[in-house]
């Protein structure tokens, strides 16, 4: 039975804006209250989708969330109709309505973690939604987020869904943006690699000093037990707290990985070499062999690659066995950066050819092509028990590029969040889009 990795790219909301909320994320913060143009967003991101698909690779769309989520204001204590409840937040509280317009659900990556069906107890494939507790903005996400995978994903034959862990610090989880998986082909089983920033009971873990650590051990683990995955097929690796302190917020900024291989800084992770030696020797025990490729410091500073993004990247497999690295255009703009990337593809090596795309308008908020999307491995018949509404085609792109241009403004400012206008375009566009996506009332305003 054939197997794919199938690429679920988050389409961007209505209410792209820089509000500068992400401590920790250098991009967000250094172009706060910046202008943002929602439609040029959502349509670079579609661009990037049918670009993959043209390519021959399998792709689908993910939803974004309905903002301003007034009921999450509500819940701080602003009261009135919509309308009254946006006018208080904007004059009493504007950084509470900046955060409940956050358009940050585009990056996919940390919707949920997702585990093949090759690799769990019951021979399902398994999502667990995020609890994104670190960041405000981001922890109102999971329950809209679970929702939308239950629809795109609903025959229960096929696929387990689990609730947001505890929203806790303890249990920080930022989904599969702290999470990889190696295989030697995706319907086989395979090792999956959680990367942790801390532990929150083991203090003989260190922790950096001056950003947070959003992904705990304690988090990966249990994921990892409502998934029934074995301990031979699972690795934990902590990321190294002095990147995390430089802006690698996620491991996805300084690692990738696809198949047999690791792609990732010399810097990037404590204990490396114990680290490689261990998804070496568990991944042989499946069939594999595992392939690193190490970025050294001398060629690529931390610094270049938070710049860049060049790690979150999307390192997609061709059929002869090669690879694809799909980077962002500040790759092409970092000198040391392209310069590294010219020699790797003339190396000869796994990694063959380099494409770049233009995603300024999600790259100055602090997300690349990785961010974008959240990769779930599915057999031929997995495939089709997916909702069929949500995988990309000429069409589909054909009617979602139409109603972004119907439906989005090209201009975002602070003062525009603060337009209870706002909240109805975004409602109109939304409940058109789960139409065109086939997803039935995921939104809090059509189910209550």
């Given at each position: 039975m054939k197997s794919y990795?199938?690429?679920?790219?988050?389409?961007?909301?209505?209410?792209?804006?820089?509000?500068?909320?992400?401590?920790?994320?250098?991009?967000?913060?250094?172009n706060s209250q910046q202008s943002s143009n929602p439609k040029e967003a959502a349509l670079q991101g579609l661009a990037k989708m049918k670009a993959l698909m043209d390519m021959g690779f399998q792709q689908g769309v993910l939803a974004p969330q309905e903002r301003p989520d007034v009921a999450a204001l509500r819940r701080l204590g602003f009261a009135g109709s919509d309308a009254q409840v946006i006018q208080q937040a904007a004059k009493e509280a504007m950084p509470l309505l900046v955060a409940s317009c956050s358009a940050s659900s585009m990056w996919v990556a940390n919707a949920a973690t997702v585990s093949p069906s090759a690799d769990t107890a019951d021979g399902r494939v398994h999502?667990?939604?995020?609890?994104?507790?670190?960041?405000?903005?981001?922890?109102?996400?999971?329950?809209?987020?679970?929702?939308?995978?239950?629809?795109?994903?609903?025959?229960?034959?096929?696929f387990a869904h689990h609730a947001a862990l505890p929203a806790v610090a303890q249990f920080g989880d930022e989904g599969a943006a702290n999470h990889t998986r190696f295989c030697r082909a995706y319907g086989e089983a395979g090792v999956e690699f959680f990367v942790f920033g801390r532990s929150a009971f083991d203090t003989r873990y260190p922790a950096p000093?001056?950003?947070?650590?959003?992904?705990t051990l304690e988090a990966s683990q249990a994921v990892a037990r409502l998934h029934g995955l074995r301990e031979e097929g699972v690795v934990y690796a902590q990321q190294n707290p002095s990147v995390i302190d430089q802006g690698v917020f996620h491991n996805d900024v300084i690692a990738v990985g696809n198949g047999e291989v690791l792609f990732y800084h010399e810097d990037a992770f404590l204990q490396t070499d114990k680290m490689l030696a261990e998804l070496s020797s568990k991944l042989a025990k499946v069939g594999g062999k595992f392939q690193s490729v190490c970025v050294p410091r001398s060629a690529v500073t931390v610094d270049d690659a938070v710049r860049s993004y060049l790690f979150n990247?999307?390192?997609?497999?061709?059929?002869?066995?090669?690879?694809?690295?799909?980077?962002?255009?500040?790759?092409?703009?970092?000198?040391?950066?392209?310069?590294?990337?010219q020699g790797l593809t003339g190396a000869g090596g796994v990694i063959r050819e380099v494409k770049v795309f233009?995603?300024?308008?999600?790259?100055?908020?602090?997300?690349?092509p990785a961010c974008l999307r959240l990769r779930v491995?599915?057999?031929e018949t997995e495939l089709a028990a997916v909702n069929p509404g949500v995988i990309m085609t000429a069409p589909l792109y054909d009617s979602l590029t139409q109603w972004v241009e119907r439906h989005y403004r090209d201009r975002m400012t602070e003062n525009d969040l603060a337009d209870p206008q706002l909240l109805l375009e975004c409602r109109a566009a939304l409940d058109e889009l789960t139409q065109i996506l086939k997803l039935g009332a995921v939104y809090p305003f059509q189910i209550n």
């Amino acid at each position: 039975m054939k197997s794919y990795e199938v690429n679920f790219d988050g389409l961007v909301g209505p209410t792209h804006n820089y509000g500068g909320l992400s401590y920790g994320n250098v991009a967000s913060q250094s172009n706060s209250q910046q202008s943002s143009n929602p439609k040029e967003a959502a349509l670079q991101g579609l661009a990037k989708m049918k670009a993959l698909m043209d390519m021959g690779f399998q792709q689908g769309v993910l939803a974004p969330q309905e903002r301003p989520d007034v009921a999450a204001l509500r819940r701080l204590g602003f009261a009135g109709s919509d309308a009254q409840v946006i006018q208080q937040a904007a004059k009493e509280a504007m950084p509470l309505l900046v955060a409940s317009c956050s358009a940050s659900s585009m990056w996919v990556a940390n919707a949920a973690t997702v585990s093949p069906s090759a690799d769990t107890a019951d021979g399902r494939v398994h999502f667990t939604a995020a609890n994104l507790n670190c960041k405000y903005h981001r922890s109102i996400e999971h329950p809209t987020t679970s929702r939308v995978l239950g629809a795109m994903f609903a025959n229960q034959q096929h696929f387990a869904h689990h609730a947001a862990l505890p929203a806790v610090a303890q249990f920080g989880d930022e989904g599969a943006a702290n999470h990889t998986r190696f295989c030697r082909a995706y319907g086989e089983a395979g090792v999956e690699f959680f990367v942790f920033g801390r532990s929150a009971f083991d203090t003989r873990y260190p922790a950096p000093q001056k950003y947070p650590a959003r992904q705990t051990l304690e988090a990966s683990q249990a994921v990892a037990r409502l998934h029934g995955l074995r301990e031979e097929g699972v690795v934990y690796a902590q990321q190294n707290p002095s990147v995390i302190d430089q802006g690698v917020f996620h491991n996805d900024v300084i690692a990738v990985g696809n198949g047999e291989v690791l792609f990732y800084h010399e810097d990037a992770f404590l204990q490396t070499d114990k680290m490689l030696a261990e998804l070496s020797s568990k991944l042989a025990k499946v069939g594999g062999k595992f392939q690193s490729v190490c970025v050294p410091r001398s060629a690529v500073t931390v610094d270049d690659a938070v710049r860049s993004y060049l790690f979150n990247s999307q390192l997609l497999s061709r059929p002869d066995g090669s690879m694809l690295l799909i980077v962002p255009e500040e790759c092409r703009s970092n000198e040391r950066v392209w310069h590294y990337l010219q020699g790797l593809t003339g190396a000869g090596g796994v990694i063959r050819e380099v494409k770049v795309f233009d995603l300024k308008q999600s790259m100055q908020n602090g997300g690349g092509p990785a961010c974008l999307r959240l990769r779930v491995a599915l057999n031929e018949t997995e495939l089709a028990a997916v909702n069929p509404g949500v995988i990309m085609t000429a069409p589909l792109y054909d009617s979602l590029t139409q109603w972004v241009e119907r439906h989005y403004r090209d201009r975002m400012t602070e003062n525009d969040l603060a337009d209870p206008q706002l909240l109805l375009e975004c409602r109109a566009a939304l409940d058109e889009l789960t139409q065109i996506l086939k997803l039935g009332a995921v939104y809090p305003f059509q189910i209550n």
